[in-house]
């Protein structure tokens, strides 16, 4: 904005007030003598010394507008001077990016030409200007930490997706991400940079140097001799990869860290920055001194107890100072320079910000004689300025620099007007104010002060399997006790300061959250609460978009900020009407998920889309909420959906293509050191935009079905008589009672929706420091070993082992500081307790929407999965540090989400297949770890019987592996041989990850499996579909696990080097894995209802039974023959083939056999006997195997393979051939047998006892059974299987088959095997006795 606009604008309020002065003498309440004296001690003449002072013309306010221009004009450089200056440049006096011709690749560019972020591989940029002489700089401000070239090149530089600066001879770059300088070849130089960093790039082109600061700490010179002479002249440049980020510093901004002797690319305003001194200069007297009319002198006060209290003699001076004050403050480098200065300097003395009420008055000051637009610009600058100052000042141990920039964005938003205009038109638009409540962590610690603030540095040695510190208090040593308190108070230190930061950024938020201030218009808070939507929209909407994404370190912080200030309000809310509810108990209602008044834009809901859930809940909707649905809208959503279809598709095309219809008005995040929103998006592809500067295409083009959230009211939002505001609505189920503010509800609503767009993943991320300080404890402590153990004779050994040492231990402490970082400022106690805070919030809004029946469908899917993934924080991120058992009402908290999991995982109202099966694998975790079983077994017995029904429900048409898999860990602990954590054969080998669900000691839930026992005992039918399931699923995931083990060994036996797919080696451990768990469920279900198998007066018990042995024997005949495919695939210990393994397989088989062979009793042991040695795969030797006695098998006991019928769907044509052995196999000899004997560990010796029992057992019988089978004519034998004998005939039709395959057969299809005829009856068939 130029001065001389400025000018024009302020004559009208000027000439109002120089009006009043035209009466003649009559100066208000001053005479003409003191007013010429204030005004010559305000604007004193630099040319008039004191001595002087008689002599002087009377100044009155006619003659100051002339002689305020004579002081100003003084000192200003001519137009010679100014031309000198500029020797050593070429180009535009303004330096930005070249966005029409110098770069390549893809990048979005910001709205002020100084911020970038790469869009492609590799993009780079250069300046408009160049230097071929003199000494000059320019600095960068780093905004991501990744890979990034940043320097200076030549013109003749040609660049591409693959080379950047520093790749080509002609330019010279430094890469903190890798450490390194680049000119074509590159070597180590200079430290890490970390976001917020800024690195200043400084050329001598005198003496042929280039040099890098970090953070104005040189790093020493990087290259010397560079080429200059005739032609030769550098351009600041950059190379990025795809989505880093930074800011450009060439001079528009005073530089942050200056060096001397070296110029800043583009010059500094000096005149106007001399004047904006001087003006400076005159308001300080103002403010400083005051009329004491009486005795007509003037008077030197303390300037911080100034007032504006309507003085003309003050005001019209003023008015003169701000008629060329004014449009200087519109220039951001003044803003920097001269006004943030001052006011940062007014609250240097310390004190709390309400001990500083100047900077209110200067703001009224500036209101009251600004033009609007400038002050608005003045104040836009103001935050600009800070907001970079806040994020890219370094940190140091007492956060004094962040402590400093927050207290003037205080003090400035606790002007009522100007926290207004900043709510309404900056802080979100514009700027990226959520930065103010980010505490970034320090990489480099010694810089940070780390090592003062925390001197003696610890951490835990000793680890147990969970990955907690396994030893006792009372084992340490009284040498690593002092090292643990001396850390922990280092870190209590740390805290302190922390805490004086987050305290200030929850006071801003305080101010944001105000409601009260309704003297100038709306509310802040309702203000706050569009923008606040608004911000969480672009979240939602943007996950794949780099520049619109606020980063997810942000979010954590801003997360917890908003709680704090949130609940705060709301407490004060509840003292003020005492029947609301208090925040511990906060909810949000489920009105707001239905009744449209708060916008949840395209996010799912539990039922499916919402214009679908409007067409088919309507009638409930007016039932329940008696809100009626407009047909129209009805209609208008439909069709709404055709049209965002085809624009989602328009959003698809290529980027170029959406780049030509003018650029992508997004806000830029990452590149938020400039902090400019709308975006240029560069493209070498896209010829059209290598235009000059065009005007930003409007940015509303994505139809978004909203209601209008930037136009709602307050009483929109919170109602008034006989309006519900937000809670219109209100079903039945919901009390009848205030629960809080409805602002507060909604913003609460908002910081759920936060949590789920990108905190928890964040608050996963940052476990990784944990993670790496343990794995360093662990190398340390084994090289301490190493140490001790090493023999004396070998010195060079023990070097080596020392110098190892030496590293570990430096990275330990280095380490353990950032870790103390950290826990302060994500994983501390108070964290905890809000992240707990929102896990209730969570439940209690899942269990209200519960309770309105079909309405349930409106919830959105987030809310469920906060309350998982909130609780898996919680045991997960914030230990060991701090124990979830420590949280108030945590066993209560864990029941209320136990009967949650329980009830909604198999939910008709919940129809998205992701939010299921997250269900499903929350509640698959859940059972695993000892607590948190408890926690379901304590949820009322309804509830526990109607899992049971769901997890028993047919394993047909839905993800069964899940549910199997519950069940199975419900059994785990009291299974045969089941007891162990991890196979025998894999306790060698480390765990990728100790603490996952399926490492977790066994915990079987004895209550639940009574349920389970229950139920399928009284539901014949259940249980006859349930089982069947299972067996058709086993025989589908054994035969899929050996065809495939073919397939693998196969290619092991080809000659040339081939490998086996990795991800088909993954798909057979888990076809192997899902069988062995399959196996256990039929175990479980065998010892707990043996009657379903064995009471044949149950309609398909004997089915059952002759399926489940059929299955048995297919399994140990695969796994226990001589020399076969299982053992030497097993053999080849394949990586991703750990778990496949002898013992899993046979143990569960072998549980399955002792249970129906030895514990039933005498009734059942015959029938299962008889069953199991009538089918024609029962081989004695695969008995005799798992004790390690297994000889070939008897003639009498094993059948031709050539009668072995398919399973239920075919295995294909080897169901159990023999395999020829691969030549160069082992001998029998040489290789030991499985036993079971060798697993004295897993297998007690009672259960030895019964296997010999039921071997000895089977071998009688079998002999028996041999002696007595008289044999069967082929005629007579059944034509499907040919293993049994005739038994059945079918009705209409009369063909015939054994009972065994028409029952099958007729569990699945109702048609005969021969003739299609639909069957009616079978009847029992015996040969007669003639034929």
Partial sequence: MSSKGGGTALTRRNYRLASDTDKPKAT????????????????????????????????????????????????????????????????????????????????????????????????????????????????????????????????????????????????????????????????????????????????????????????????????TNI????????????????????????????????????????????????????????????????IDTQEERLVEKDCASWRLHGEPTVLITLAHIFNHFAPLMCKVYLVEDVLMSFLLGILEGGGSVDE?????????????????????????????????????????????????????????????????????????????????????????????????????????????????????????????????????????????????????????????????DKGTGEASRYIFLNKFRKFLQENASNRGHPTALCPPEYMVCFLHRLITAVRTYWDDGKRKSPGSVNSEEAYVPPQLFYNGKVDYFDLQRLGGLLSHLKKTLKDDLASKANIIIDPAEIQATSMDDLDEDEESGAAQRPFGAAAMGGALARPSWLSSPTLGRANRFLSTAAVSLMTPRRPLAPPEKVKVRTLAVEQRTEEDIEGSHGNDGLLLGRPLEEPDQPIAEKSLLEIVDGIVMMYNLSVHQQLGKMVVVSDDVHEYAVALKDTEEKIARCPARRPDILEELQKSQKVFAEKLNHLSRR????????????????????????????????NTGSLFAFAPEFYLNVAMNAYSALKNYFSPANSMEELPGYEETLTQLAAILAKHFADPRIVGTDIKDSLMQALASYVCYPQSLRAVERIPEEQRVAMMRNLLAPYEQRPWAQTNWILVRLWRGCGFGYRYTRLPHLLKTKPEDANLPSLQKPCPSLLLQRHMAELLSMDKDMAASFLNSVLNQLNWAFSEFIGMIQEIQQAAERPERNFVDTRQLKVCATCFDLSVSLLRVLEMTVTLVPEIFLDWSRPSAELLLRRLAQLLNQVLNRVTAERNLFDRVVNLRLPGLESVDHYPILVAVTGILVRILVDGERQGISRAASVLLSDPCFQLHSIQHLLGEGGEASGSTSVATSTIPPVVGPLGPTVAASIP????????????????????????????????????????????????????????????????????????????SCKACINQHLMNNKDCFFCKATITGVEDYSKPAGS
């Fill in 28 to 223: 208000g309440i001053v005479n003409e003598k003191l007013l010429s004296d204030y005004l010559h001690h305000v604007f004193p003449s630099t040319k008039q010394g004191p001595a002087l002072a008689s002599l002087r013309k009377p100044l009155g306010f006619q003659e100051l507008g002339a002689h305020l221009e004579r002081l100003l004009s003084e000192g200003e450089p001519t137009e010679d001077t100014r031309d000198q200056l500029i020797e050593g440049r070429l180009g535009p006096q303004t330096v930005v990016l070249d966005h029409t011709s110098g770069f390549e690749g893809l990048l979005f560019v910001d709205d002020d030409l100084l911020g970038v972020i790469g869009h492609s591989n590799f993009s780079s940029i250069r300046a408009t200007t160049c230097v071929y002489k003199g000494k000059w700089a320019y600095e960068v401000l780093i905004s991501s930490q990744g890979l990034m070239q940043i320097g200076w090149c030549t013109l003749n530089c040609r660049f591409n997706q693959e080379e950047g600066v520093g790749d080509t001879p002609d330019s010279y770059a430094y890469d903190g991400n890798r450490v390194r300088k680049w000119n074509v070849t590159t070597t180590n130089y200079g430290k890490s940079w970390a976001a917020g960093d800024i690195v200043s790039c400084l050329i001598d082109l005198d003496e042929g140097t280039i040099t890098f600061c970090l953070n104005g700490q040189s790093l020493g010179t990087a290259f």
């Fill in 227 to 290: 080429k200059m002479g005739p032609g030769i002249a550098y351009f600041p440049a950059i190379s990025l990869s795809f989505k880093e980020s930074v800011a450009f510093n060439f001079g528009s901004r005073p530089l942050r860290y200056p060096v001397e002797g070296y110029l800043p690319l583009q010059n500094p305003p000096t005149a106007d920055l001399l004047k904006a001194q001087k003006l400076l200069g005159y308001i300080k007297t103002v403010l400083s001194t005051s």
């Fill in 356 to 516: 500083h009420p100047l900077i209110q008055q200067l703001l009224d000051l500036f209101w009251l004689l600004m033009e609007d637009y400038e002050v608005n610009e003045c104040l836009k600058q103001l935050m600009m300025s800070l907001l970079r100052a806040y994020r890219f000042s370094p940190i140091i141990p007492d956060l004094g620099f962040q402590i400093h920039y927050l207290r003037l964005t205080t003090a400035i938003l606790r002007h009522e007007k100007s926290r207004k205009y900043l709510l309404s038109n900056v802080l979100f638009d514009v700027l990226r104010s959520v930065v103010f409540f980010y505490i970034k962590t320090p990489l480099r610690v010694k810089e940070a002060g780390l090592e003062e603030l925390i001197p003696t540095t610890w951490w835990p040695t000793r680890f147990d399997k969970e990955g907690k510190d396994e030893r006792d208090p009372k084992d340490e040593t009284a040498d690593e006790r002092l090292r643990r308190r001396a850390y922990e108070r280092g870190c209590q230190r740390l805290k302190k300061r922390i805490e004086v930061v987050e305290e200030l950024q929850v006071q801003i938020l305080r101010l944001l959250l105000n409601n009260k």
């Fill in 819 to 850: 870790l103390a970082w950290i826990n302060a400022t994500i994983y501390s106690k108070e964290k905890m307790l809000d992240v707990y805070w929102l896990l209730r919030v969570c439940i209690r809004t899942i269990e209200h929407a519960d």
């Fill in 1221 to 1296: 052995s691969a030549p160069g196999t082992m001998a029998p000899a040489d290789r030991k047998h499985f036993s079971l004997h060798a697993y004295t560990d897993y297998i007690s010796e009672e259960e030895e006892r019964k296997v010999e029992r039921m071997l000895a057992f089977l071998t009688e019988e079998s002999k028996q059974a041999a002696a007595s089978t008289a044999p069967t004519s082929e005629e007579d034998l059944c034509p499907i299987c040919y293993a049994h004998s005739i038994s059945a005939i079918f009705k209409p039709c009369s063909h015939k």
